[in-house]
């Protein structure tokens, strides 16, 4: 049954990249660690049967498991628009970052799992199909290839797949962990604005958030900074990236309520401050404005980043008192 | 002399168009972005989890007996790039992983990793 891949061979273009990820690898992971096979505690068989297929045409294995997942979260879209968002034909490939990119663009917020077995069976419980890189050949003539994680039986040790022509692809775990590994554990879901992974990495969704906001995804990254919340109510981070969402959806008065709420626990933070005087000065409070610009300035002394920023802030704001 | 002087007109508009985009940026920035305190955060981690190798006592007396200075070597972690920071903790990390960092590599070697790597010795060019 393996030949069942053979023919459906599939090339993403990050080649490159994986080969860097690869060759880290070499030395340190000739067995897979246990803290990535296990598991997890009360690990119990999953499956959710209810996934859709789409099987793929020749390597195009990208834009079919991406659709899977993206049907799953409820996604309207269609394999046409997909395919002509991640499918490179010169190199028979979807890069990993046209995939992320494109659950951007449907609407949905792409978050790779923390290399583990137990993070990839929490989401099935939770009811997400995780989207896999696999390397089916051997690391020094790879054959990359996606496919859907939608099952996985501790009892029986096998991962069930959507993969390539086959709807319902049964891998021993050992073998999976082997073809994955080769990939860096490379996977990819796909949540609904608000929603939050079920085994939430605090530092990879931290940065998926501010992956969000600067792709101009305002409104799910403010989703997911809420989301955050409740899971890390003080966390300085999240409390920012729900600020600066609603500064970026022009709710001054919000924005300006969650700096000044962190600026009291936390004075020294210099570029909370200067988003405060950006907020102030969008409100036309140019004297206040400039108050906290100056304070921030002389806060950032030595640290020529977030001089420049402020400088900038203080620029404009001195152009708007003379407009005034 | 015609073709130059065309030349330089679409230069310049190019040069513009190029500019006015960096200016609309910066315009509707004026705002620091959410990565910005991720980077700084992450920076800090790294720094502080470095620095405390340093202080360990068995890493500490390695380091005078090879004749480097722990607050020299820590004034140097104070100014490196975010991505020089990035692979020195990378490089310790990848070392260690697994296991407790002088357990698996041994103080010699470590110490010696680190003083390479915050470039006061030049021993594993080939590392």
């Not at chain 2, 960096?22 to 955060?41: F, Y």
């Amino acid at each position: 049954m393996n030949g069942g891949h053979r023919s459906h061979d599939c090339r993403p273009g990050a080649s490159h990249a994986l080969a860097l990820f690869l060759s880290g690898c070499l030395a340190a992971c000739s067995t897979i660690p246990e803290r990535v096979s296990d598991y997890g505690p009360a690990a119990a068989a999953a499956e959710l049967t209810g996934t859709p297929f789409h099987p793929q045409e020749r390597y195009q294995c990208g834009p079919a498991a991406l659709m899977t997942i993206l049907e799953a979260s409820g996604a309207g879209t269609d394999m046409d628009t997909l395919i002509r968002r991640v499918y490179l034909p010169a190199r028979q490939g979807s890069l990993q970052t046209e995939l992320v990119a494109a659950t951007r663009a449907e609407g949905r917020i792409p978050y790779q799992l923390a290399p583990k077995l137990s993070s990839l069976g929490a989401e099935l419980k939770a009811g997400r199909p995780v989207l896999v890189l696999q390397n089916l050949g051997v690391s020094w003539l790879p054959r990359w290839h996606y496919a859907v994680v939608v099952g996985v039986n501790p009892e029986a040790d096998e991962i069930v797949l959507r993969s390539g022509t086959e709807r319902r692809r049964v891998t021993r775990t050992a073998t999976f962990l082997r073809t994955w590994r080769r990939s860096g554990y490379w996977s990819l879901v796909a949540l609904r604005p608000g929603e939050m992974p079920a085994e939430a990495d605090r530092e990879r969704w931290f940065d998926t958030l501010a992956a969000l906001e600067e792709t101009g995804h305002i409104r799910n990254a403010r989703a997911g900074w809420q989301a955050a919340l409740g899971q890390w109510p003080d966390a300085t981070v999240a409390r920012f990236g729900l600020a600066n969402s609603e500064f970026l959806l022009g709710n001054w008065a919000g924005a300006e309520a969650g700096y000044r709420a962190l600026l009291v626990s936390q004075p020294g933070l210099v570029m909370v401050r200067n988003n405060l005087a950006a907020a102030l000065l969008k409100m036309e409070r140019v004297d206040e404005a400039r108050d906290e610009a100056m304070r921030a300035l002389r806060q950032a002394e030595g640290t020529a980043a977030y001089r420049q920023a402020i400088e900038e802030t203080l620029a404009e704001i001195d152009a708007a008192a003379e407009r005034m | 002399m015609n073709n130059s002087k065309t030349r330089l007109f679409v230069f310049r508009l190019v040069a513009v168009a190029l500019l006015s985009v960096g200016m609309t940026q910066v315009s509707t920035a004026g705002m620091i972005g959410t990565d910005a305190l991720i980077e700084e955060q992450a920076r800090d981690g790294r720094i502080t989890r470095i620095e405390q190798l340093i202080d360990r006592e068995d890493v500490a007396r390695q380091l005078t007996e090879l004749g480097a200075d722990a607050e020299f070597i820590k004034a140097r972690i104070g100014n490196m790039t975010n991505a020089e920071l990035a692979e020195l903790d990378g490089r310790i990390g990848a070392q260690v992983a697994g296991g407790d960092a002088i357990g698996v590599i041994g103080t010699v070697f470590l110490v010696l990793l680190i003083l390479e790597l915050v470039g006061v010795t030049d021993i594993f060019k080939s590392l």
